[in-house]
Each structure stands twice: as structure tokens, then as C-alpha cells.
């Protein structure tokens, strides 16, 4: 069962972008959240690029093309000015309609696709910003209840029986893979749903942030039920 936004520590939440982009990660907050209602028809702007294809990038010019009632314009309206402020921030946003993700159907032991929970790790500090609009909406899981792969013993063991030893190239082989970057909840952890229409901040893998990656992954679609979402 998924928490809407718990009284944890985890997340802080933002009344403006302002805020979004410059309140720091300190202890164990690793999520900035812009509190916001949802305004207008996201499900129309879904319906004029179709569902074909797993995934649909929508991109500006594209937005801007289509003929949309008054509610489906309004809908317009929000995302390009998400999609214009975290350009202007110097991020470079991807609005996507997604009726699914590809599995990892090779690691079938150790699935290393987006419906697992995982950090994002980048060669500079950057941060991740996310906001489902329609749709089953991205988890986060707090960093206390979940557990790096790699560390548990019978995981190692097979990833170590896989590769065939574990030497310093061992350690090369799992940050090729990703598997790294993988976690399991613990027994018992409640993931946190980002909910609908919240733009968010979340910090990543990488040296000269001080705070721990934010776990994160993205939900099963229903059937039907395409999302819409923008990331960066």
C-alpha cells in the first residue's frame, strides 16, 4: 500500500519553482517536491498523439500543433511552462506518453529496468526533475528501507557465480551492468507516490552531493491507462 505524501522526512515540499530549484538536499531529504493542483485535460493531450507506440515523445512544436478544447488547453498550458522553466533553469525536459517500458528480459535474475528501485548517476552534479501528469505516478522508497542489491549474500554469490570470480574487475562488471545502482525494499517498507501533478527534485549518485541518492522507480502502467510524463 503507497503513501501520499507522508509526514517523513524524506521529501520537503515548495509552494514555486523558485524554491524547487534552489532549496537544498540536507540530512536525509533527497526530494524536493512543488506542491501544485493539476489544471485542465491531460487525457485529451494523450488522445491527440495516439498510443501506438510504447512510448511517445511529445515535443514542443508538437504541443503547440494540436487543436485542443478549452480544458485540454489549459492542460497545454502547464506543460509548456514546466517545460519552459526547467529549460531555463538549463535542464533539457522530455514530455513522454508511455504505455510501457521495455523489460530487462537478459537479467532476468537481476531486472535492471525502471520499474526496479534504483538511483540515477550522472559524470556531473545534476539533479533529476520528474512530474507525472495522468497516470499511475512514479515511488520513491525511503533510503532506511531499502538495501543495496549488490550486498545482499545469495545475490552476490549468483552475480559472482555469473561473472566467474571477484577481483577488481568484478566490481568493474557490476557498475557496467548497473546492477550497482539497484535496491530492494526491505520486509515490511512503504513506498512514497510522488502523486499527480507534483514536479520534483530528487538528488542523484554522484560525489559532491552529501546527500543519499533518492531510491526511485517507476510504477506498472494499467492497462489502458497510459502516463504522461515529463523528466529530465
Avoid at 21 to 35: K, L
Avoid at 62 to 86: P, T
Avoid at 183 to 191: F, L
Amino acid at each position: 500500500m503507497n503513501k501520499l505524501f507522508p509526514a517523513e522526512d524524506q521529501i520537503q515540499f515548495v509552494t514555486n519553482f523558485h524554491d524547487l530549484i534552489s532549496t537544498p538536499f540536507h540530512g536525509v531529504i533527497n526530494a524536493i517536491c512543488w506542491n501544485r493542483p493539476l489544471v485542465g485535460d491531460f487525457s485529451e493531450i494523450i488522445s491527440k498523439f495516439g498510443t501506438d507506440e510504447n512510448i511517445i515523445t511529445v515535443d514542443e512544436v508538437a504541443l503547440n500543433e494540436v487543436w485542443l478544447s478549452e480544458e485540454g488547453n489549459l492542460a497545454r498550458e502547464m506543460l509548456l511552462s514546466d517545460m519552459k522553466l526547467l529549460e531555463a533553469h538549463g535542464a533539457s525536459p522530455i514530455l513522454n506518453i508511455i504505455k510501457s517500458y521495455d523489460r530487462d528480459e537478459e537479467h532476468t535474475f537481476f531486472p535492471t529496468d525502471v520499474y526496479s528501485f534504483h538511483v540515477d548517476r550522472s559524470p556531473v552534479p545534476v539533479d533529476t526533475f520528474l512530474c507525472t501528469y495522468y497516470g499511475t505516478t512514479s515511488e520513491i522508497l525511503p533510503n532506511a528501507q531499502g538495501e543495496k542489491k549488490i550486498l545482499i549474500p545469495e545475490i552476490r554469490d549468483e552475480l559472482r557465480r555469473q561473472y566467474g570470480t571477484e577481483d577488481a574487475d568484478f566490481e568493474s562488471y557490476l557498475c557496467e551492468n548497473f546492477y550497482d545502482l539497484h535496491y530492494q525494499a526491505k520486509e515490511g517498507a512503504v513506498p512514497i507516490s510522488l502523486g499527480l501533478g507534483h514536479l520534483c527534485r530528487i538528488a542523484i549518485d554522484h560525489p559532491e552531493i552529501t546527500v543519499p541518492p533518492c531510491l526511485h522507480r517507476a510504477p506498472l502502467e494499467k492497462a489502458g491507462q497510459p502516463r504522461l510524463l515529463l523528466i529530465c
